[in-house]
């Protein structure tokens, strides 16, 4: 808000813009007063402002590769006594990231061109009584081994699962395994 009151108080004027938004102008001059004197800001944003640039030089000097881990503890290696997450919110609000190990997992590769299917129940996952609506998914879940791909079968009424497979690779076998193991029992 401060900063639409910034482009259109020429045009409009500050107390007519706060008239409308919920913003006392009260509020918006003691803004434009911390901006200009930076003694009148809170003891938290000068520290953090001090640590802003600290951050920006470690950062900058690992090839700008560190996550907020890896800063948090050169820092306190230079003698700054500071909270993880406090180097955690500064480098989110900066849009400063570290680099993020491995190759990043495509799971699903979407064709434009082919149909999706039909919602055969119109998003009324409700059964009167057991076995009349069963709705199945599949996900992968990360290991130490690598990934595993999981599909289950879901009976709507009783709100369970009722068939499941587990595999390393996402091929449509499984799925129909899933199926296959509510079917016969």
Request: charged content about 30%.
């Amino acid at each position: 808000m401060i900063a639409f009151i910034d482009d259109h108080r020429e045009a409009y004027g500050v107390e007519p813009i706060c008239g409308v938004l919920p913003i006392a102008p009260s509020t918006y001059y003691e803004h434009v007063a911390k901006r200009a004197n930076r003694e009148r800001r809170s003891e938290r944003a000068r520290r953090d402002e001090a640590l802003e640039a600290d951050i920006r030089r470690v950062f900058a000097e690992n090839f700008e590769v560190y996550g907020a881990r890896k800063v948090w503890r050169q820092l306190r290696r230079e003698g700054r006594v500071v909270a993880r997450c406090t180097v955690e919110r500064l480098m989110r609000i900066i849009g400063l990231q570290g680099v993020i190990r491995g190759k990043p997992v495509r799971t699903t590769i979407s064709d434009r061109a082919t149909p999706c299917p039909q919602d055969r129940v119109n998003r009324q996952f409700q059964a009167p009584a057991p076995n009349m609506l069963w709705v199945s998914d599949f996900t992968y879940v990360a290991t130490w081994q690598g990934f595993v791909y999981v599909a289950f079968v879901i009976d709507t009424f009783a709100r369970r699962i009722v068939g499941w497979r587990v595999s390393r690779t996402a091929h449509a076998g499984f799925v129909l395994d899933a199926l296959e193991q509510p079917l016969h029992d």
